[in-house]
């Protein structure tokens, strides 16, 4: 079962999250096989961690909220809240597999959350963008809550118009980078 989990920043927590950048990064290799996509987020200025998405594969919610909550950062109080959701790789594949390789370009995350009727389920057009896409979805997986993507795009407005905004409650995009070491 496939996971989103993003954790994101208690204010003034930087320096702790320094701090902790080895404990989390050893905490992470232990999941090396099951990561999917990994990487923070920036604030508007480009520079400030304003977050931190993994995409998993494990067996069930429990091991996830394990992965989620156990993190060094989480326990030692760098982040505010996490979202956690079951999550459906549609690209089958991780972010090292992306042609567009690590770096070049600017990278989002883009989340968008709403209910109902599934929205974006077919991918756009342009696939060759695409770090990572797939719905957000229950614990059972029976119920769409959203969709998140991992995309490169000239601007966040490029980014936000991969999904159809009327379908959403809620829309938000995160400048997004590569993380770790695979």
């Known amino acids: 079962m496939e996971f989103l989990c993003y954790h994101r920043d208690r204010p003034d927590s930087v320096t702790l999250r320094g701090e902790l950048l080895p404990d989390h990064w050893s905490y992470m290799d232990g999941y090396a096989t099951e990561l999917i996509a990994r990487g923070p987020t920036f604030a508007a200025d480009g520079e400030t961690p304003s977050g931190s998405l993994h995409i998993v594969d494990l067996p069930d919610p429990a091991a996830a909220r394990a992965f989620a909550f156990d993190e060094p950062n989480h326990q030692a109080g760098v982040y505010r809240d996490v979202l956690l959701r079951r999550w459906h790789n549609t690209l089958g594949r991780t972010m090292w597999d ?59 407005a490029a980014a936000r118009s991969v999904l159809v905004p009327e379908r959403y409650a809620d829309i938000e995009v995160h400048d997004w980078e590569f993380g770790g070491r695979r």
């Open 98 to 156: 992306f042609p567009g390789g690590p770096t070049g370009g600017n990278r989002y995350l883009v989340l968008g959350f709403g209910s109902g009727e599934p929205a974006d389920i077919v991918m756009p057009p342009d696939k060759d963008e695409l770090i990572a896409y797939g719905p957000l979805l229950s614990d059972d997986g029976a119920t769409w809550l959203g969709t998140a993507v991992l995309l490169r795009a000239p601007d966040p």
